[in-house]
């Protein structure tokens, strides 16, 4: 879902006369794909023959000239400014005609496309590789242009004609005998043949839908009308740029009447990218490499699976069919109607599977693998089962558990049953996203799926359930209602995102999900939605695939949560799921947008509220960022209460491109104070888009009272007072901090410290907030400060402020951390209480506590010694454990940890070991350890970020990895692919806070043509900024607040 493969460029133009060849391309044509899975398209006479063309490359230059060279090697141009002989001159005079005439040939012959080392398959009968003229277009001179579409995209979908249903059989081929013994045309292929039933909605004679990486063996087209109608495809060409396949046909298509599309194709399981239809492995307990087909479809992949029409609005039913070996199982979205033998084919069977309710190609999904499952039954009769690799089924049952009562909750949740008759989850060994909503067939990362109690973490098993939690919500929202285009995809996301901690509420009430929101969700986006280069949930426009890839960010999941939680407070709980029901109801099976959500709870508030839903929430969703409620008290009673656009940078500028409503909100803000204290139904006052206005505090309150506004933070919005009443909390804090709701512990704590790192307020204001924190332990609010409190650790990593800011935190953290010791009982403690002692306890080390350190280094040489019998430590403390065991080791403890990062199976327990890893003080070592991103044995390509970003988190690897990353950025790109990089290059460049590193940043930048992860470029040059202004204006003013308060404190 959130991994994309390069894509078309937006903006970058393509040679006009070529252009003007490929659309007078009237000769009859197969679309093939090539070796490195590039679709192409041939000339049909060319597949009944055993000829093999000479390969020719063609390269287009910066100024549109094209050079050729038949040996398929690139081009290069010489220096200017050199002698020529007569002979040179005739010779060089003698090649351009040759050049001339040989364009004139591939202008007549070719289609514009991008591709490289390409080669195709010849006769379907007889397969064989035939290499075959190539164009390769390179990328404008070094700039970075803008991430949303500036100019009109032409790569929709017409809806002349709209796809009803899909018959769609699939065979594929992932083994060396699959290939002799099996009809497949060679390892690691699928065969395809899909009929496409669609409606003519408008007279045309062109046909077009999206194909990738796919080789066409025959195209037909019929009328449904006529059963002995001839086929009409007059011919057909590929548009590779905007991955179009146009079937022209021989007359036009007549309104409202049904044709059949019928193509019988090949395609490529490629591994890279993990895209459409792919290959996956593991390791079996006998050493063996076992293999599976898989699939990734979110946003525009589907293409890659099957010729279709790859847009969310075009919604069809599918009928599935797949052959597979017999030693293996398929699956699909809908339920195996039956396994039969694949008559003629020995070692094979054809898995027959129900038809799919209407839905978008998208959502598509099928596995073929020798997993096996545990399954269970909902209280409605719905078939779960859990999928794995054999060696991994002790990990399924608690997702299994998870998911089946999270089921039945949603169903009452939404008052909608669950559509089909069963639910399959499926840990997938390679997987990019976290997991796939797939209607039906949920696929997953392993550490998304699988927990194990004797091995894993109470963090890895709550993020298991909120995952699980997460994909099941879409079933309904996304799944069910799915939005037009890809501009509301905040909708699903976002909605997912808020309810994903209602499910796990539901299964795990002691766990505080609903609290935990603040921490996990909201206080993240905050930061994101504070900077210029941010973007309205809704993005409009959104259009190329690389606009699509890059929302799928936290404004799009967690801001959409944000705002639906803070809608769900306003409207109230009763009048938001009646909202939600109707809509899901009137629009079940079909497509929306915002606007339709809007309206079903306008309807649903009627008699209540009467708010103008649509009104209230187009100024949270059509443009961005968050408003700062800034409050000075007038009088004992009277406050005035304005809002202004907050960023984390006020000299920021601010990006124009999406649009504003002027930067003001629609607020609806609640508020009590100390003499009142009410939290549960705590005083509202309405801003209707007002910059500013004076409004009451209930009667009672004292001269003396402070007040608190964003009660238990449900607003999208930050808070800030006047010095009194910053000074008065500090002291309720400080006096008795338990008067204050944990929620809004945590929030103030948030807000002060980001408000200070915006000039709203004074540093000093926000860490006197901290000031009692060493009689705080809850885990909510430890947490909220850790993370503003570690962007000052992170600012002085290298700065004389790191020594001070060590012994206040040490003098701060060290009660929690003796509260709870190292006595960890994962079986009988709670489990805030065991998230709690995994905060204090790495903290504590961290900051280099010495009990701390001298458990952590006692425990790693005891699993040194014995790591053949057990491992004494308690999965709850492996991560400090063997962070700091490497950490304060050398070159020995740091092989013995790469050398259980080998031998592990559990995919979580190899994540701690990429972490702990990182740890080590040696930069020869943590250079070593950098290079293992390019040994796939040791580093899947999926976690290669996991180990840059590691590394980059350890202040002695953070130059290693940016070192690394530049000097490797072509090679990462091509083997990570752009989603994974672009994480890895958020997790370095978020430390840079000097001049230097910022023009050093400047001229990587400089130096590339960025057409993918421009926000995030943007992103970093914004935080980069933001950190060097910290810097300056804070730096040494905390420096010294922080000598202060420690000067009694012993080294």
Request: with cysteine; aromatic share 12%; hydrophobic share 35%.
């Amino acid at each position: 879902m959130d991994s994309l493969p390069p894509g078309p460029q937006p903006g970058q133009r393509r040679n006009s006369n070529l252009r003007a060849h490929y659309n007078n391309f009237d000769r009859i044509s197969t679309v093939l794909v090539d070796g490195d899975g590039e679709s192409q398209i041939v000339d049909a006479d060319s597949l009944r023959g055993p000829v093999v063309p000479k390969k020719v490359t063609v390269t287009m230059d910066m100024d549109g000239q094209l050079s050729i060279d038949e040996d398929g090697h690139p081009t290069g141009k010489k220096e200017t400014g050199f002698y020529c002989t007569p002979g040179q001159i005739f010779c060089a005079i003698f090649v351009g005609l040759a050049v001339a005439a040989a364009v004139g040939f591939l202008a007549f012959y070719l289609p514009v496309r991008t591709c490289r080392n390409r080669s195709v398959i010849g006769d379907p009968t007889n397969p064989a590789i035939i290499p075959d003229p190539t164009i390769r277009i390179p990328t404008r001179k070094p700039t970075i242009i803008p991430a949303a579409t500036e100019e009109p995209w032409m790569g929709r979908l017409p809806l002349n004609v709209r796809p009803l249903r899909y018959d769609l059989t699939l065979t594929p081929y992932l083994y060396p005998e699959d290939v002799f013994n099996g009809p497949g045309r060679r390892r690691f292929t699928f065969d395809g043949a899909v009929n496409i039933r669609v409606r003519c909605e408008e007279v045309t004679n062109v046909i077009t839908l999206h194909m990738n990486n796919i080789t066409v063996y025959d195209l037909q087209v019929t009328s449904m009308s006529d059963p002995h109608a001839n086929n009409l495809v007059r011919n057909s060409t590929l548009d590779a740029y905007y991955e179009f396949l146009h079937i022209r046909l021989s007359e036009d298509l007549r309104v409202h009447e049904n044709y059949e599309i019928r193509i019988i194709y090949l395609g490529s399981l490629l591994q890279d990218g993990l895209v459409g239809f792919y290959r996956s492995s593991y390791i079996n307990v006998r050493g063996e490499e076992k293999w599976l087909a898989t699939t990734q479809m979110q946003p525009t992949d589907a293409r890659r699976a099957l010729p279709c029409f790859d847009e969310p609005e075009l919604k069809a039913v599918y009928d599935i069919v797949i052959r597979h070996r017999s030693d293996m199982t398929a699956l699909s979205n809908g339920i195996e109607i039956t396994t039969r033998p694949w008559q003629g084919y020995k070692g094979w069977k054809e898995t027959i599977f129900k038809r799919t309710p209407k839905m978008s190609t998208y959502l598509l999904a099928f596995v073929v693998s020798d997993f096996t499952y545990t399954a269970n039954y909902t209280t409605n009769n719905v078939l779960y089962r859990v999928w794995s690799r054999p060696g991994a089924a002790d990990s399924r049952e608690y997702a299994l558990d998870q998911g089946v009562r999270m089921t039945t909750y949603f169903e009452e949740y939404f008052d909608y049953p669950f559509p089909l008759e069963k639910q399959d989850m499926v840990a997938i060994p390679d997987f990019y996203s976290g997991a796939m909503e797939n209607w039906g067939l949920i696929l997953y990362r392993e550490t998304a799926l699988l927990y194990d109690p004797k091995v894993n973490s109470a963090t890895t098993k709550q993020h298991v359930a909120v995952v699980v939690s997460h994909e099941l919500a879409h079933q309904w929202f996304g799944n069910l209602v799915t939005p037009f285009w890809w501009d509301d995809l905040w909708l699903n996301e976002g909605f997912a995102s808020y309810v994903e901690f209602l499910g796990v509420d539901y299964t795990q009430p002691g766990w505080e999900m609903r609290r935990q929101f603040l921490v996990d969700d909201l206080h993240t986006v905050f930061t994101a939605d504070a900077l210029g280069t941010s973007h309205p949930v809704r993005v409009i426009p959104i259009n190329s695939p690389d606009d699509i890839g890059e929302i799928f960010d936290a404004i799009t999941y967690n801001k959409g949560a944000a705002i639906i939680r803070m809608l769900n407070n306003i409207l109230t709980e009763e009048v938001f799921l009646k909202g939600l029901a109707d809509y899901l109801k009137l629009h079940a099976f079909e497509n929306t947008n915002s606007d339709d959500l809007w309206a079903s709870l306008t309807y649903a508030d009627r008699h209540f509220g009467r708010r103008d839903v649509k009104k209230l929430m187009d100024t949270w969703t059509l443009q961005m960022g968050y408003p700062v409620l800034n409050f000075h008290r007038l009088s004992n009673t009277s406050v005035n209460v304005s809002q202004k656009h907050f960023l984390i940078n006020p000299e920021t500028t601010v990006e124009q491109r999406f649009g504003n409503l002027g930067y003001v909100w629609e607020v609806e803000f609640s508020h009590t104070h100390a003499s009142e204290r009410q939290y549960d139904t705590p005083r509202r006052t309405f801003l209707d888009r007002e910059v500013s206005k004076v409004f009451e505090l209930s009667p009672g309150v004292k001269a003396t009272d402070w007040y608190l506004s964003n009660i238990k933070q449900y607003g999208y919005y930050r808070v800030n007072y006047d010095k009194t009443n910053w000074d008065r909390l500090t002291k309720q804090l400080l006096d008795d901090h338990k008067v204050i709701p944990v929620e809004n512990r945590a929030q103030l704590i948030n807000d002060a410290f980001n408000l200070a790192r915006a000039g709203e307020i004074d540093q000093i204001t926000a860490l006197n907030l901290t000031a009692y924190l060493d009689k705080e332990r809850e885990y909510l609010p430890w947490d909220s400060a850790l993370t503003v409190v570690n962007y000052i650790r992170d600012m002085y990593s290298r700065h004389p402020g790191y020594g001070p800011l060590e012994k206040y935190m040490l003098q701060k953290i060290t009660p929690l951390y003796e509260s709870l010791d190292w006595n960890d009982d994962p079986v009988n403690d709670p489990h805030l209480k065991q998230i709690n002692r995994i905060n204090a306890v790495h903290i504590a080390c961290v900051y280099g506590l010495e009990h701390c350190l001298m458990k952590a280094t006692q425990l790693y040489a005891a699993y040194m010694a014995n790591h053949t019998l057990y491992n004494p430590i308690t999965p709850n403390l492996k991560l400090t454990v063997y962070c700091n065991g490497i950490k304060e080791g050398g070159q020995d403890e740091w092989d013995f940890g790469l050398e259980r990062l080998k031998e592990t199976t559990d995919s979580a327990e190899k994540n701690l070991w990429f972490y702990g890893l990182a740890c080590s003080q040696e930069p020869w070592i943590l250079s070593r350890y950098l290079e293992l991103v390019f040994d796939s044995e040791v580093v899947k390509h999926q976690d290669a970020f996991l180990v840059i970003r590691f590394v980059a988190e350890n202040y002695v690897g953070r130059a290693l990895a940016w070192d690394f990353v530049r000097a490797n950025w072509n090679r990462l790109r091509e083997q990570i692919t752009h989603y994974p990089l672009m994480k890895a290059f958020q997790s370095i460049a978020r430390y840079f806070n000097t001049e230097y590193e910022l023009l050093d940043l400047l001229d990587f930048l400089d130096g590339y043509t960025l057409h993918q992860g421009v926000r995030t470029f943007d992103h970093a040059i914004e935080q980069t900024l933001a950190n060097i202004r910290w810097m300056n204006t804070n730096g040494e003013e905390v420096m010294d607040w922080l000598k202060m308060v420690t000067r009694d404190i012993k080294s």
